[in-house]
């Protein structure tokens, strides 16, 4: 189809995933404050995060339900619209639990802000353009978490940390606007009525609340201990119940067909693994930054600048080169500087605010190259009718392994921690910035495991030609 108005159609698009995106990391700058004013400790503040990751994870598997009884029209505006109220709830909270209550909120109108406006833009734009497009796009669901920390960290010095919720709102009312009005021409596309797969959803969701408490109680008793392994195994049990459930349903909660696209599964573990090496990262630089450093939230903020200048600059790039030369040459780069970056972390152990910046920037680098390419080789490698499929699982899998990836981090924090200070005899301070170190160095190793899947992605450009994909028996 030829499209026309295609800025009016990207607009709300690339606004709705930037806001989405950039509460998924603005909270980060202001952790360590948060931890203060609530007096509590590392594995509890993380909930902050992981509660929105979980809130993302458990709303995604319904958005194909959604989008074919409601259509795209009312789910990408309902979205915004509950996002929007869940963010005005994370600005009136004045405990813990109700601040990690209102982000679940929050992330159930998020969770569906992203894969819904990956699959308007494939259905809407050709495959041709589709790499430019999502590079466009990426701009603004990659701008989103990497602008974050550095608008979080001046709103909390300066007008305290709710008002990094209370942001959203002029955002989001004016995203709204603007999608009812440049969106409207899809209400003229309707699916058919499909049955809601309840059994399904109940366990994919017991799956998810499973691995993530099995994460986190291994903070607590250490992950060699028989409950986080019987916990771990239970979720296994689960998540094989789901797999048979959605093979045998006639409307499955996932599309489980989609896997049958080796390239689809490639990006999916290129995906898994940058996630929960770089959502770990993120998670640990503000307290590397306002630990032993002694920078403060605005300076914390402002340190983390360059990653979203240079990814703004490479990624709509990097999309336009996928499209020219096919995606393969661009991941592996970007995984190379992405690991590279890693290390330069781990080596951070005096405020040089130069090398901080300059690390800063690799990071925005390697990451700029990498996601657009992914994202549009997922979603040309399927058909037209999983897009919405695809898109739910492939946000998904970068959600739930995000969140995976933070839950580890502090797992390794606390077991380094304790032997800085117990064997080393090191202070608090030094060993949590030893402890913190040390953890991005195992990041960078954990990248390098992308590499394998990556040199199985396609060399050469897409066309409109039918994709691998083949119907599982």
Same mark, same amino acid.
């Given at each position: 189809?030829?499209?026309?108005?295609?800025?009016?159609?990207?607009?709300?698009?690339?606004?709705?995933?930037?806001?989405?995106?950039?509460?998924?990391?603005?909270? @980060?700058?202001?952790?360590?404050?948060?931890?203060?004013?609530?007096?509590?400790?590392?594995?509890?503040?993380? =909930?902050?995060?992981?509660?929105?990751?979980?809130?993302?994870?458990?709303?995604?598997?319904?958005?194909?339900?959604?989008?074919?009884?409601?259509?795209?029209?009312?789910?990408?505006?309902?979205?915004?619209?509950?996002? #929007?109220?869940?963010?005005?709830?994370?600005?009136?909270?004045?405990?813990?639990?109700?601040?990690?209550?209102?982000?679940?909120?929050?992330? +159930?109108?998020?969770? !569906?802000?992203?894969?819904?406006?990956?699959?308007?833009?494939?259905? #809407?734009?050709?495959?041709?353009?589709?790499?430019?497009?999502?590079? =466009? =796009?990426?701009?603004?669901?990659?701008?989103?978490?990497?602008?974050?920390?550095?608008?979080?960290?001046?709103?909390?010095?300066?007008?305290?940390?709710?008002?990094?919720?209370?942001?959203?709102?002029?955002?989001?009312?004016?995203?709204?606007?603007? !999608?009812?009005?440049?969106?409207?021409?899809?209400?003229?596309?309707?699916?058919?009525?499909?049955?809601?797969?309840?059994?399904?959803?109940?366990?994919?969701?017991?799956?998810?609340?499973?691995?993530?408490?099995?994460?986190?109680?291994?903070?607590?008793?250490?992950?060699?201990?028989?409950?986080?392994?019987?916990? +771990?195994?239970?979720?296994?049990?689960?998540?094989? %119940?789901?797999?048979?459930?959605?093979?045998?349903?006639?409307?499955?909660? +996932?599309?489980?067909?989609?896997?049958?696209?080796?390239?689809?599964? @490639?990006?999916?573990?290129?995906?898994?693994?940058?996630?929960?090496?770089?959502?770990?990262?993120?998670? %640990?630089?503000?307290?590397?930054?306002?630990?032993?450093?002694?920078?403060?939230?605005?300076?914390?903020?402002?340190?983390?600048?360059?990653?979203?200048?240079?990814?703004?600059?490479?990624?709509?790039?990097?999309?336009?080169?996928?499209?020219?030369?096919?995606?393969?040459?661009?991941?592996?780069?970007?995984?190379?500087?992405?690991?590279?970056?890693?290390?330069?972390?781990?080596?951070?152990?005096?405020?040089?605010? =130069?090398?901080?910046?300059?690390?800063?920037?690799?990071?925005?680098?390697?990451?700029?190259?990498?996601?657009?390419?992914?994202?549009?080789?997922?979603?040309?490698?399927?058909?037209?009718?999983?897009?919405?499929?695809?898109?739910?699982?492939?946000? %998904?899998?970068?959600?739930?392994?995000?969140?995976?990836?933070?839950?580890?981090?502090?797992?390794?924090?606390?077991?380094?921690?304790?032997?800085?200070?117990?064997?080393? @005899?090191?202070?608090?301070?030094?060993?949590?910035?030893?402890?913190?170190?040390?953890?991005?160095?195992?990041?960078?190793?954990?990248?390098?495991?992308?590499?394998?899947?990556?040199?199985? %992605?396609?060399?050469?450009?897409?066309?409109?030609?039918?994709?691998?994909?083949?119907?599982?028996?």
């Amino acid at each position: 189809m030829v499209v026309k108005h295609k800025f009016a159609i990207l607009l709300p698009l690339m606004l709705g995933t930037f806001m989405a995106g950039i509460d998924s990391s603005i909270v @980060n700058v202001s952790l360590p404050v948060m931890r203060r004013e609530f007096n509590c400790g590392l594995d509890d503040i993380e =909930w902050v995060i992981t509660s929105y990751m979980l809130g993302f994870c458990v709303f995604m598997p319904l958005t194909n339900w959604l989008k074919q009884n409601f259509g795209f029209y009312r789910l990408y505006l309902a979205s915004l619209t509950v996002f #929007v109220i869940g963010s005005l709830l994370c600005g009136l909270s004045r405990s813990l639990e109700m601040l990690i209550i209102s982000r679940a909120i929050q992330a +159930f109108g998020g969770g !569906a802000i992203t894969p819904t406006a990956m699959a308007i833009l494939t259905l #809407v734009f050709p495959k041709k353009e589709r790499g430019a497009i999502m590079g =466009w =796009w990426s701009l603004g669901a990659i701008t989103g978490p990497a602008l974050g920390p550095t608008l979080g960290g001046i709103l909390t010095q300066y007008f305290g940390w709710p008002s990094i919720f209370m942001v959203n709102l002029p955002i989001g009312i004016a995203t709204i606007i603007i !999608a009812a009005i440049s969106l409207r021409f899809l209400k003229k596309r309707k699916g058919k009525i499909i049955h809601f797969h309840l059994s399904g959803f109940i366990l994919f969701t017991l799956f998810i609340l499973l691995i993530q408490y099995a994460l986190a109680k291994a903070a607590d008793l250490g992950a060699l201990s028989p409950y986080v392994w019987g916990t +771990f195994i239970l979720s296994v049990v689960v998540l094989i %119940l789901f797999i048979r459930t959605c093979r045998k349903s006639k409307d499955p909660l +996932f599309d489980l067909n989609i896997f049958a696209s080796k390239t689809f599964v @490639n990006c999916m573990l290129i995906t898994m693994v940058r996630s929960i090496a770089l959502y770990s990262g993120l998670f %640990l630089v503000p307290f590397l930054l306002q630990g032993l450093l002694n920078y403060s939230e605005t300076q914390s903020g402002l340190m983390i600048l360059p990653n979203s200048i240079v990814m703004a600059i490479f990624t709509p790039m990097a999309g336009a080169w996928s499209d020219k030369f096919g995606p393969r040459r661009e991941v592996l780069i970007g995984l190379g500087i992405l690991t590279l970056s890693m290390f330069l972390f781990s080596r951070i152990n005096e405020p040089l605010a =130069w090398f901080i910046l300059l690390t800063m920037a690799v990071r925005g680098c390697g990451l700029g190259l990498l996601v657009s390419p992914i994202t549009s080789t997922a979603m040309s490698s399927v058909l037209p009718h999983q897009a919405t499929q695809a898109s739910s699982m492939y946000s %998904l899998t970068q959600q739930l392994s995000g969140s995976a990836g933070i839950a580890l981090s502090g797992i390794m924090h606390q077991y380094l921690f304790n032997y800085y200070t117990t064997t080393k @005899n090191y202070t608090a301070p030094l060993a949590e910035q030893y402890a913190i170190q040390d953890a991005f160095l195992m990041s960078s190793v954990l990248i390098l495991i992308a590499f394998m899947p990556a040199f199985r %992605l396609p060399r050469v450009k897409y066309t409109d030609k039918k994709p691998e994909v083949v119907e599982m028996v």
